[in-house]
């Protein structure tokens, strides 16, 4: 007799709803326990036969699958945007456990990626990279916006500079817009000094990571984009192809097809409607859009203005023109050398 048990999880803040299903499909056990690490212990080590654990990716994930892993057989942290069984039908947190321990049974969930820790440092100071930078431009964002709302023209980077800064305040003559306007750059320093601070420990932090000499060859990608990709992707390994590597990065071309066969004169032909969308991700789309202005230069007369609005993002400006030996199979223009070897997949497990 099979015993093994197939558990899904519907995690919150103060309890875990439990549904335990076993490999006929029937619930043997609904339970909903504190959300404790000494009580999910507790509850699991209770269990007999083969343990298979399910829970939705979220604020809770990466700490419940650290603590759940070394006491089941397999655990599986799902994407909830994949499951279309979740969203249809009558909601709670007892039918959502179910719902979940049923695909987890039937194979249908899209897992979400948990492996090892040596990346974890990286990519925390990646997320607080990122993070400030965000809020760095919201604030430069917000104090243009205040400019423009009293009818003061400020393009360029001029506003935000310390030493005409006196004489960009003394435009607005109402009182309280005035002190507003002190408060954001008060906050626009001190997001300046973290930013710096966030960029040096993420700088140290990826030099210790083999992959980033080989990432650093290819043209474009400068430290802090190299960082990025390695806390993003941590390693190329965790998928089976190289398609699927591009899938996740947004290189993949995308096809919705419907409709694709018709009949003329009763032969079969195909008529395929392709889309060959699917935007990049922000990374490599930054690249690619700097690898056109470098060997092309700006593409339209607000290139200059973009490029310096998000370079708060990315900050290495000098880049070497390299002359064309072969063309790379992504490019379009040809304009620039590939790289010789097939880098990502050269990443040491692990590192």
Known sequence: MDSTKYIGMDVHKESISIAVMDSAGKVVMESVIETKASTILQFIQGLRGTVHITFEEGTWSAWLYDLIRPHVTKVVVCNPRKSALLKS?????????????????????????????????????????????????????????????????????????????????SKITEPGVHRRAELFYHQLDALKALRQEARRELLAESRKHEARKFLRKIPCIGPIRTALLIALIQTPHRFRTKRQLWAYSGLAIETHDSAEYRYVKGQEHGDSSRCDGGALPWLLCRADRQRHETFDGPSHACAQDCRDHFGCLEERRAFRRRKPETTSSLSVSGRESAPSQDYAWRWQSGS
């Open 89 to 169: 039908g009558n909601k709670s947190d007892q039918i959502d456990a179910r719902k979940l321990a049923e695909l987890l049974r039937n194979g249908s969930l899209s897992a979400v990626y948990h492996g090892g820790n040596s990346v974890r440092t990286l990519k925390e100071l990646s997320r607080s990279y990122l993070t400030i930078a965000k809020d760095l431009m919201r604030v430069m964002c917000r104090l243009k916006a205040l400019y423009r709302s009293w009818g003061i023209p400020c393009a360029g980077q001029q506003v935000y500079a310390p030493t005409h800064r006196s004489e960009w305040l």
